[in-house]
Structure formats: C-alpha cells, structure tokens
C-alpha cells in the first residue's frame, strides 16, 4: 500500500510563489510516473504536471507551462510542485498521485488548498 501526504498548500498573492511537497510512505516506492492534479470549486479534476520517476521527464498542462515546475527527489521519496507567478485562476486543491505501472493514477493524497488572492 502507498501512501501520499501533500503539505505546502496555502494563501498567497497574485505574482507570488508556493512550493507543493508529496511525500510517499508505505511500500518500497519505485513509480512509473507522480503527478500533480487540481480541482477548483464546481469544476472537474484537472491535470497539471507529471513526472517520470525514472529519468525525470516531465509534462505540463498550457495552463501552467513556462510558470509550475514539477521535480522529484527519489531518495526522499517526494515529488515537488515549485508554482511561481500564480494567478487567482490557480486556486484550487492540489493532489498528488501515483502511477505505480505506467497505466493508471491508482494512489491519491489528500489534498492541499492553494488559494491565490487578487
């Protein structure tokens, strides 16, 4: 079983910049692929960022190419979000998932809120 814990969620001004951590417990953690995920009120899950656990490639969204960075730290265990130049439109609950096969996010954390005010 896997675990995913995200921290570093919060309130921030337009322009300004959060770092997102997910951390992973449980069984020898070896992923396809992490990633970031967010669903603002009344609208549906959104994909964000991935992250090749091996390698490092990575994917974004055009929303958030050029501004959200996604990196891991495979020792740790992590997968990190650095947001920067956020904008009111990024406010939403950010979740990290698992990809343990190359197939399916079949873990989930629990969420962080990223509010950003106007």
């Known amino acids: 079983q896997v675990q995913l814990v995200e921290s570093g969620g919060g309130l921030v001004q337009a322009g300004g910049s959060l770092r997102l951590s997910c951390a992973a417990s449980?069984?020898?953690?070896?992923?396809?692929?992490m990633g970031w995920f967010r669903q603002a009120p009344g609208k549906e899950r959104e994909f964000v960022a991935r992250i090749r656990w091996t390698g490092g490639t990575t994917y974004y969204s055009d929303s958030v190419k050029g501004r959200f960075t996604i990196s891991r730290d495979n020792a740790k265990n992590t997968v990190y979000l650095q947001m920067n130049s956020l904008k009111p439109e990024d406010t939403a609950v950010y979740y990290c998932a698992a990809d343990m096969y190359g197939g399916r996010y079949g873990y989930w954390g629990q969420g962080t809120q990223v509010t950003v005010s106007s």
């Open positions: 449980g069984r020898t953690f070896s992923p396809y692929a």
